[in-house]
C-alpha cells in the first residue's frame, strides 16, 4: 500500500499551494498522519503531523505558513501552505507517524522560485 500525494507545483515566493494525500481507511483511521519533505542532497524530514484526534505540530520552520488538515470521511490529509519560502523546495510526502517503509509513494514536487 503507498499513499500518494499530489497538487505539487511551481510557485513564486510568497505564494500557496495545497497538497493531497489519499489514504486507505484501514491506514488512516488508526494512525496519525504526517507530511514529510526531501529537499536535494538533504534528509527526509517530518514536517507536520495530525493525531487520530486532530491535535497538530509541526517543524519550526514551517510554523504559521503551513497548516496540516485531515477528512475523516473522506480519509484525506492536507497540506496547506502559504508564504512558500525557496526552502521550501523539495519533494513532499505523506505517511503515518511514525513511518512505515511500505506506505512511501513518489512524492509530489513543490519548486518555488521566482
Known amino acids: 500500500v503507498q499513499l500518494q500525494a499530489s497538487g505539487g507545483g511551481l510557485v513564486q515566493p510568497g505564494g500557496s499551494l495545497r497538497l493531497s494525500c489519499a489514504a486507505s481507511g484501514s491506514i488512516f483511521s488508526i494512525n496519525d498522519m504526517g507530511w514529510y519533505r526531501q529537499a536535494p542532497g538533504k534528509q527526509r524530514e517530518l514536517v507536520a503531523v495530525?493525531?487520530?484526534?486532530?491535535?497538530?505540530n509541526y517543524r519550526d520552520s514551517v510554523k504559521g505558513r503551513l497548516t496540516i488538515s485531515r477528512d475523516n470521511a473522506k480519509t484525506m490529509v492536507y497540506l496547506q501552505m502559504n508564504s512558500l519560502e525557496p526552502e521550501d523546495t523539495a519533494v513532499y510526502y505523506c505517511n503515518v507517524v511514525p513511518s512505515t517503509y511500505g506506505y512511501w509513494g513518489q512524492g509530489t514536487q513543490v519548486t518555488v522560485s521566482s
Open positions: 495530525i493525531t487520530t484526534g486532530g491535535i497538530t
